[in-house]
């Protein structure tokens, strides 16, 4: 299993010296989620060691520049390096005329099979993977991806049983063997859960998308001082984001998309430490933040 999110950018409006534009690779299994690519997405892909090839699917929560404007690029890459496999692309269908011309930005040769999806309303978009609304000055959604549940064995109960080897898959593939049910060699497995949260006021969608997150990268652009900014521009305070997280039981916490009046990241950990007290990360440009390993019995 390789899971990791890979952050290539954590501004949110405009870069910074040392904060590069929005953008974040998630490598699931076989996926790779390449959420709200900003300018100059496709030289910190480069920088982070992620081919074009890694990228099975482009979610956009919503149209503003410093969440899209590194589609052009990473798409014209896509198509260089032939990539094989088809590219999903995810998006407010508000923003269609928008996608438009982020694909056809300029002349090449389009050789990548890209698929679009527009979205208009909370659900599925794809296997595993939801939107739910958020609220900002245009439409936005933001994204989980939630692994179907399973079981877990049991190995005392399976040597209880006299169940070893191949027999194990047996069981787990017909539910029963030799008089013995799938339920007493195994409990329930809770699928693991990411969720996505970019531009947005504190809303129902916001807790919403974050319940029980594993793994939640949400936006805090702002420090709860300058609260009433974050409200009339649509955004949420670090002591908000790390509020929700506590509410909802999130594992780990990844602070990300800060405004580039702020030049002391360590504020936001302070911020975030006085009401979350989970695992909590202050995301850097390039870094990498594992999934964390599934919970314990």
Known sequence: MNRELVVLGTASQAPTRTRHHNGYLLRWDREGYLFDPGEGTQRQMLLAGVAASAVTRICLTHLHGDHCLGVPGVLQRISLDQVAHPVHLHYPASGADYVHRLRYASSYRERGDIREHPHTADGPVAPGLSVVRLEHPVEAFGYRLEEPAGVRMLPAELERHGITGPRVREIQAGGSLDGVSL????????????????????????????????????ESTFLHADAALAHTYGHLTAREAASV????????????????????????????????????????????????PRRGR
């Open 245 to 292: 997280a506590a509410q909802c039981g999130v594992r780990t916490l990844v602070l990300t998309h800060f405004s580039q009046r702020y030049t002391d990241p360590t504020a936001f950990e302070r911020e975030a430490r006085e009401v979350f007290g989970g695992e909590l990360v202050v995301a850097e440009d390039l870094m990498r933040v594992p999934v964390p």
């Open 183 to 218: 339920a007493q060699v195994s409990e329930p497995r809770r699928g693991m859960l990411f969720a996505f949260v970019m531009d947005t006021r504190l809303c129902d969608g916001v807790f919403a998308l974050a319940e029980n997150a594993d793994l939640l990268v949400i």
